[in-house]
C-alpha cells in the first residue's frame, strides 16, 4: 500500500528566506507525486506533480520540487517566502499500475512570518 | 466556474439522520472520487468513478455509505443512519487520463468539500 510521511506538524520561516516542506514517500514501483495546498475553508488547490523526465518539477506560484528517487522523497521549495504562503501543504502519491487512489500525508502547516 | 462543485458546503444533522451530497466535477473529466479528511489529517480516499462505473471502495466506505454517478456526470455519496463519527469534510475531485496512457491520470481537481456535523 502507498503511503505519504510528512515529519513536521509546522514549518516556521521568515518571509522572504526558503521554504522547505519535507515528504517521503513509500510506494510500490515507479510513483506519480504531486503536491497540494489548502486554505482556510477551501479545498485543496493542485501545486505541481511529478510524472517522469527532470526530476525538477516546477509549479504553481513559484514553488518547486525535486523527486530523489534513491531517498524516496518529494521536498517541495520555494526560494523566498511570501506571507501569502501561509497555509497547509500536503504531498501525496499513487503507483503507477493498480489502483488510482492517492494517498495523502498528514500536512504540513506553513506559516510565514512577516 | 468550471471548477469542481460541491452541494451543500455545510450539513448539520442529528445522529441516525440519512445525508446526500452532490459533486459536480469539471466537464470533460471521466474520473471522480470521493475522500473524507478529518482535522488534522489529509484527505483519505473513500471510492471512485470512472465514467459511470464504480471502479473501487476503500475499506473507510461502510455498509452505510453508498456512492453513485448515474450519468457519468454529477455524483451523489449517500450516508444512512449517521454516526458522530461521521463528522468530516467530505472532499470530491476529477480528474482526465493522461493523453496516450492506457493508466494513469493526470492530477486531481478538488472541490470546496462538503462540511458534515453529526450531532
Known amino acids: 500500500a502507498q503511503s505519504v510521511a510528512q515529519p513536521e506538524d509546522q514549518v516556521n520561516v521568515a518571509e522572504g528566506n526558503p521554504l522547505t516542506v519535507k515528504c517521503t514517500y513509500s510506494v510500490s514501483g515507479n510513483p506519480y507525486l504531486f503536491w497540494y495546498v489548502q486554505y482556510p475553508n477551501r479545498g485543496l488547490q493542485f501545486l505541481l506533480k511529478y510524472i517522469t523526465g527532470d526530476n525538477l518539477v516546477k509549479g504553481s506560484y513559484g514553488f518547486e520540487a525535486e523527486f530523489n528517487k534513491s531517498q524516496t522523497s518529494f521536498h517541495l521549495k520555494k526560494p523566498s517566502a511570501l506571507v501569502s504562503d501561509s497555509a497547509l501543504y500536503f504531498c501525496?502519491?499513487?503507483?503507477?499500475?493498480?489502483?488510482?487512489?492517492?494517498?495523502f500525508g498528514k500536512g504540513n502547516q506553513v506559516v510565514v512570518i512577516p | 466556474d468550471t471548477g469542481v462543485s460541491q452541494d451543500p458546503r455545510h450539513k448539520i444533522t442529528k445522529r441516525g439522520q440519512n445525508v446526500t451530497f452532490r459533486c459536480d466535477p469539471i466537464s470533460e473529466h471521466n474520473r471522480l472520487y470521493w475522500y473524507r479528511q478529518t482535522l488534522g489529517q489529509g484527505p483519505e480516499f473513500l471510492t471512485y468513478f470512472q465514467n459511470e462505473a464504480q471502479l473501487e471502495k476503500s475499506r473507510l466506505l461502510s455498509d452505510r455509505f453508498s456512492a453513485e454517478r448515474p450519468k457519468g456526470s454529477f455524483s451523489t455519496l449517500e450516508i444512512q443512519r449517521t454516526e458522530q463519527g461521521d463528522s468530516a469534510m467530505y472532499l470530491c475531485?476529477?480528474?482526465?487520463?493522461?493523453?496516450?496512457?492506457?493508466?494513469?491520470?493526470?492530477?486531481?481537481?478538488f472541490g470546496p468539500g462538503t462540511r458534515l456535523t453529526v450531532l
Open positions: 501525496a502519491v499513487r503507483g503507477r499500475y493498480g489502483n488510482n487512489r492517492l494517498a
Open positions: 475531485a476529477s480528474s482526465s487520463l493522461i493523453a496516450g496512457a492506457s493508466t494513469g491520470d493526470n492530477e486531481q481537481f
